[in-house]
């Protein structure tokens, strides 16, 4: 629905006068068609700043009328009756179109984060992203102001030669030999693993991935026909060739540094005996290193494609968890041809990222600010990761175990008792508590990830507290 709309306090007509017409305005416009599930009462009143009896007696009026009605184990929805089903012969039948075509829907909950994400006064506990207040917007700016240079015409769907050259220099400082020509630039990590869901891989193919996994949160290899096989326990040989067996698998997904949700970061021997497994299968690797620059004390081993000699990596990495996702870029280094096929279904998607996000993030790589700006963030976030610590202590020490993470933005904490975290989750909701729960990244049902990114020290102190009680109370 439209967030931005809010009655008039200074209005002649009622509140609930003017929702009741904003209501109907929707339905009549067939922005909300029949059987159109209007947002939960209390949703309803936050987003239009009144008491939720406005919207109640709003709702009461658009029901008596024959707007709306009230199904059971449904809520509220746009009735069957109402001047839409009037006129249903000339109008398209929306709801099945929307439930059509062949990109699946986000998981319910993942939708319910995303919604609740934009409420101003939720407390973020889970959110896999820089705090505002640490986002290099002054520097960004900057580099606007001081260059004549930009150019609003299309790029190149690889992006442009002076990211390309920026990143692939910034790679060899990782150990990762590449040329502008392996480079490519893409909006966010995210288009990474759709561009090589439906360029590289067949439909009913399959792809490895961890347990838990940050692909299980997100639905884009499903969505492109492709399985993905949750490798339980280590990354073993045996592991990988059985499942090569039985499951007609293409690649393996691995974020080995600082993973999603874990923050768990793989030792180097590790590494080389996963790239010795997979060499032996012929299974390629997809790396995926979004988080690789934010180690505390010391860094970690080198990306398993600087250790790669059969030349078997496509490494992805991002601006979006350093400098600000807003930005949308983020970059793919693979062979030539895996380059070329890549950057053209980019051109037929979207004809390549924008301009001024590709300007900004190669001057900062390029005048030693992006250098900068990771110094002080690796401070930071180790500050907020102790801060976090302690406080997981002092209200967790009896509910939940979990590792130290080296770097990156997760606490993945393992419940000791089980507790149903769909209810859980709703809630924290309720207490106006944003987390996000192990079931999205895989069959965990006693784990939640926590971030110590994004909210402030006061919310991570109120946030905990209050989710610890919450979590007695369920033990209780
Ligand atoms: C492991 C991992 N890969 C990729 C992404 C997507 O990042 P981007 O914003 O660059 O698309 C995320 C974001 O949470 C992530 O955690």
């Known amino acids: 629905m439209d967030n931005h709309w809010k009655p008039s306090k200074q209005g002649a007509l009622p509140l609930y006068q003017q929702i009741y017409e904003f209501i109907q305005k929707q339905i009549i416009s067939g922005n909300w068609p029949v059987g159109y599930k209007l947002p939960p009462q209390r949703e309803l009143a936050d987003n239009f700043q009144v008491n939720r009896s406005t919207v109640v007696y709003a709702l009461e009026e658009l029901k008596a009328d024959g707007w709306i009605e009230s199904q059971v184990g449904r809520g509220t929805v746009v009735c069957q009756n109402t001047w839409s089903s009037l006129t249903a012969g000339s109008r398209a039948d929306w709801k099945t179109y929307v439930q059509s075509g062949t990109h699946l829907p986000n998981i319910q909950m993942i939708q319910e984060i995303n919604k609740a994400e934009f409420s101003p006064t939720i407390i973020r506990l889970g959110t896999g992203e820089l705090s505002p207040s640490l986002l290099p917007t002054a520097m960004i700016q900057q580099a606007f102001a001081e260059t004549a240079a930009l150019s609003l015409s299309y790029p190149e769907g690889k992006g442009s030669f002076l990211l390309r050259k920026a990143v692939s220099d910034y790679l060899q400082k990782k150990g990762i030999g590449t040329t502008p020509n392996s480079i490519m630039i893409v909006s966010g990590a995210i288009q990474a693993l759709q561009l090589i869901s439906v360029g590289l891989l067949d439909q009913n193919s399959a792809i490895l991935t961890e347990s838990p996994s940050y692909l299980n949160s997100i639905m884009v290899f499903p969505s492109a026909g492709i399985r993905m096989v949750p490798l339980n326990g280590e990354l073993s040989f045996s592991a990988i060739s059985r499942a090569k067996r039985l499951h007609n698998t293409a690649l393996l997904y691995t974020t080995p540094t600082f993973h999603n949700p874990t923050g768990y970061c793989m030792a180097e021997t590790k590494r080389m005996e996963l790239l010795e497994a997979c060499a032996k299968e012929r299974m390629p690797i997809l790396e995926d290193d979004v988080y690789g620059d934010l180690w505390f004390d010391s860094p970690p081993p080198p990306p398993l494609k600087a250790l790669d000699k059969h030349g078997n990596v496509l490494y992805v990495g991002s601006m979006s968890k350093v400098l600000g996702p807003g930005?949308?870029?983020?970059?793919?280094?693979?062979?030539?041809?895996?380059?070329?096929?890549?950057?053209?279904?980019?051109?037929?998607?979207?004809?390549?990222?924008?301009?001024?996000?590709?300007?900004?993030?190669?001057?900062?790589?390029?005048?030693?600010?992006?250098?900068?700006?990771?110094?002080?963030?690796?401070?930071?976030?180790?500050?907020?990761?102790?801060?976090?610590?302690?406080?997981?202590?002092?209200?967790?020490?009896?509910?939940?175990?979990?590792?130290?993470?080296?770097?990156?933005?997760?606490?993945?904490?393992?419940?000791?008792?089980?507790?149903p975290l769909q209810l859980l989750f709703k809630k924290a909701l309720q207490h106006g508590i944003l987390i996000n729960p192990g079931t999205l990244y895989g069959n965990f049902n006693s784990h939640i990830r926590l971030s110590y990114s994004y909210a402030s020290f006061e919310e991570l102190e109120e946030g905990l507290i209050t989710l610890a009680t919450i979590i007695r109370s369920f033990r209780a």
């Open 327 to 419: 930005l949308r870029i983020g970059f793919i280094a693979a062979p030539e041809p895996v380059i070329e096929r890549l950057a053209d279904i980019k051109m037929q998607t979207d004809y390549g990222s924008s301009t001024l996000s590709q300007f900004a993030v190669a001057k900062l790589l390029t005048n030693g600010q992006y250098d900068m700006h990771i110094e002080k963030m690796r401070h930071e976030l180790k500050v907020r990761r102790d801060f976090v610590q302690k406080l997981l202590s002092t209200y967790f020490a009896d509910l939940a175990v979990w590792e130290q993470p080296a770097g990156g933005f997760y606490i993945w904490l393992s419940l000791i008792k089980d507790i």
